[in-house]
């Protein structure tokens, strides 16, 4: 399990979990929109890494630059490199 400290966002953590493929297997948000963000975390399960970065990169909420789907991307990012 790869914990990330995010910023700029609701959530005040994001733990995710890649299998050897580099492929989603869990997701977990602390704290944040609860039902929105567990949603997310089921939608990605099993995508690749590069293909959540391909939908959800980028994606801001309320002006900040930045968003808990865009920071879930450096989750995922700094889980693969941690490997």
Known sequence: MYNYIP????S??????????DRVKSVNFIGGCDGNLK??????????????????????CKGRGTSCADQLVKA??????AK
């Open 12 to 21: 005040r953590a994001i733990q995710v979990e890649l299998d050897a493929n």
């Open 76 to 81: 995922l990012r700094g889980a693969q490199a």
């Open 7 to 10: 910023e700029r966002v609701c």
């Open 39 to 60: 949603a997310i975390g089921k939608l990605v399960k099993g995508m690749s890494v590069d293909e959540v970065a391909e939908v959800l990169e980028g994606n801001d």
